[in-house]
């Protein structure tokens, strides 16, 4: 059973089957074996599977929005 790795960042380029896939995280990146198979993708949120593992990388949103949304909380 392959392991799950759930994490925010940004893809750099678009996923394709049979090449690997660049992740920005935390600063960083996350290099990953081959693609397998793209198992969804939606404008803020990729699953996909690779030779070794199933990525669930969710894109952090934009700091227009994280701004707005801890004024709102502040009120």
Sequence with gaps: ?????????SLLFPLEE????IIR?????IYTSCVVE????RKRYVRFETMNS????LSPAPASVQRAVKLK???
């Design 38 to 41: 793209i198992l969804e993708q």
């Design 18 to 21: 049979g090449r690997r896939a």
């Design 25 to 29: 995280h935390r600063g960083g990146y």
């Design 54 to 57: 199933i990525y669930n990388v």
């Design 1 to 9: 059973m392959k392991k799950t790795v759930c994490i925010s960042g």
């Design 73 to 75: 909380m502040c009120a």
